[in-house]
């Protein structure tokens, strides 16, 4: 997600990935089976890419930074060890 790179996630629907991803707006996941809908994002990516118009907007993903996610991983911890 920090790289502001498109993401390109295979799943099933409804999965934890697709819920962070359309939260934070950071890419798109497909089944795996759907191949034609995965082509058309491939190929939009890349297109974009190549015509210079691959600043793609992201949502807040600062919910999910390395600092964010260590904080909560210390207080479950606090909170189970006291």
Known sequence: MRSYNPILSLGPKGC??????T???TGRNFEYDNYDN?????L?????????????????ITN???ENQVQKLAK???KITD
């Open 16 to 21: 934890d990935v697709e819920k962070i991803i």
């Open 64 to 66: 999910y930074s390395v």
């Open 44 to 60: 939009h990516v890349y297109k974009s890419f190549k015509g210079n118009k691959a600043h793609f907007k992201h949502g807040n």
């Open 76 to 78: 479950f911890l606090d």
């Open 23 to 25: 939260e934070t707006n």
């Open 38 to 42: 995965i082509k058309s994002y491939v």
